[in-house]
């Protein structure tokens, strides 16, 4: 059974930093893509970045390009999320997930609140 474990979420004022986790289970994150989405209040879930298998290359959402910097350790089979200059617009639940493709993510984690104050 596949498990991805979101942790690193929290409260932070605009400009800080947070680091996010994921920890996966019954899957090597090294031969799928796993990426990051979010879901503002009230808003649709939308991509933020992904990291493909093998190779890590490394796609971004515009609003994350240059401030997130996503990355996995394959020895702790734990994808990360670094997050800069973190603006309120920011503030949303971040979910981890991870697919054969880009286009099919077939496991979710539970998500962590991120929230960025003014």
């Known amino acids: 059974q596949v498990q991805l474990e979101e942790s690193g979420g929290g409260l932070v004022q605009a400009g800080g930093s947070l680091r996010l986790s994921c920890a996966t289970s019954?899957?090597?994150?090294?031969?799928?893509?796993m990426g990051w989405f979010r879901q503002p209040l009230g808003k649709e879930r939308e991509f933020v970045a992904y990291?493909?298998?093998?190779?890590?290359?490394?796609w971004y959402a515009d609003f994350a390009e240059g401030r997130f910097t996503i990355s996995r350790d394959n020895a702790k089979n734990t994808v990360y999320l670094q997050m800069n200059r973190l603006m309120p617009e920011d503030t949303a639940i971040y979910y981890c997930?991870?697919?054969?493709?880009?286009?099919?993510?077939?496991?979710w984690g539970q998500g962590t609140q991120v929230t960025v104050s003014s």
């Open positions: 990291i493909r298998g093998g190779d890590s290359a490394t």
């Open positions: 997930a991870s697919g054969p493709i880009v286009s099919r993510w077939d496991y």
């Open positions: 019954g899957r090597t994150i090294s031969n799928y893509f």
